[in-house]
């Protein structure tokens, strides 16, 4: 086979150097971040105490926010992804980041940022992913006023943090009606588990819960959980029979609550109501009885 060769005329290279700057032109792109977006952005940097070399980069990488390492923009130039996991931030999360007003996803997992999970995330107008797992956050997570309107948030995975005290009920959940996913597993959250997680129209299919000091019942309100396919609550202190109401969660293909001090007999007929469950761990509990049948 011949190899093939570029004639070396006049022509063809006035065609090449037009490809080469439709090229260069078509990966540009087409606006660059305002300079609102620039200064929160840099306003979260501020409040860090180690940035893992993420000043230098943003420096390298020009004026425009939209070229910043971890950074995204949609077309119109406004920031929709920033994506700054594993990259050994320490300090505080700034609230700055909720000024970001095209925000759609908030990924900062796997850093040592310590403080507070500043509520103007939590409540953002915008963001509908929110992973703050594997850090060292602690405080009390806020509740959201009752004033708030309904929030876009569908994942929130605060799990593996050094979150402490009463997890929100009441207002936060009524107006969080998007979530979907919730894991706020290991961390030491105390208080009970909230009655109200799901209003009737909930879209709620994953709560998990491990590795905390929930105490009290498992709620019946769960059974308001009409979408719900996974729920993890082991490694708690939760007590008392599983209410009757759980199983109108007819969803539920995976139910773990081992390591709590749950006690009373497992009602068969109740369990058969949930022909989707795939997994059921009840182990290291204070359960009496026989393992019904039907299961
Ligand atoms: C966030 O980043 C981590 C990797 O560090 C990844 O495992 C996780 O899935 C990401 N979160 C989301 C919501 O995509
Ligand atoms: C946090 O939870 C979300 C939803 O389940 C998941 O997509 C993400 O991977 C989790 N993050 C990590 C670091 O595992
Ligand atoms: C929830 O978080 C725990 C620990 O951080 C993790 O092992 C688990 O995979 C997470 N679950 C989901 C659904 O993201
Ligand atoms: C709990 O969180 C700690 C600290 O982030 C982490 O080292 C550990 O692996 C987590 N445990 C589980 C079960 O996810
Ligand atoms: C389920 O929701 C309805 C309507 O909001 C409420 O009246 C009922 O008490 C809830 N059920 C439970 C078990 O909380």
Redesign the pocket.
């Known amino acids: 086979m011949q190899p093939f060769h570029f004639p070396h005329t006049k022509c063809s290279r006035k065609l090449i150097f037009f490809a080469l700057v439709m090229l260069i032109s078509l990966a540009s792109p087409t606006s660059s971040c305002t300079k609102k977006e620039k200064g929160s952005l840099l306003q979260f940097l501020s409040g860090l105490s180690s940035d893992g070399g993420l000043a230098t980069s943003w420096k390298q990488n020009g004026a425009d926010c939209c070229e910043w390492e971890g950074v995204t923009c949609g077309e119109d130039g406004a920031v929709t992804d920033v994506s700054l996991d594993l990259k050994g931030l320490e300090g505080r999360i700034t609230p700055s980041l909720g000024n970001l007003a095209g925000l759609l996803r908030l990924n900062l997992s796997h850093n040592s940022l310590s403080g507070g999970l500043p509520l103007e995330l939590v409540s953002s107008g915008s963001i509908i992913v929110l992973d703050v797992s594997f850090n060292r956050l602690s405080a009390d997570v806020q509740e959201l006023p009752s004033s708030t309107p309904s929030r876009p948030l569908q994942v929130l995975n605060i799990s593996s943090n050094l979150f402490t005290g009463r997890f929100p009920s009441s207002t936060t959940w009524e107006v969080m009606d998007n979530l979907v996913v919730l894991n706020a597993s290991n961390n030491s959250f105390t208080g009970q588990i909230p009655?109200n997680f799901c209003?009737?129209s909930s879209l709620l299919a994953v709560v998990e819960l491990c590795y905390n000091q929930f105490t009290g019942i498992i709620p019946?309100?769960l059974?308001?959980c009409s979408m719900l396919r996974v729920l993890k609550a082991g490694h708690n202190n939760l007590r008392g029979t599983l209410p009757n109401?759980l199983f109108d969660a007819s969803l539920l293909e995976y139910l773990s609550l081992p390591d709590n001090v749950l006690d009373g007999e497992l009602d068969g007929a109740q369990i058969m109501k949930l022909s989707n469950l795939v997994t059921l761990d009840l182990g290291r509990n204070g359960f009496s009885g026989k393992i019904p049948d039907s299961i």
Do not use: H
């Open positions: 009655d209003s009737i019946p309100g059974g308001n109401e």
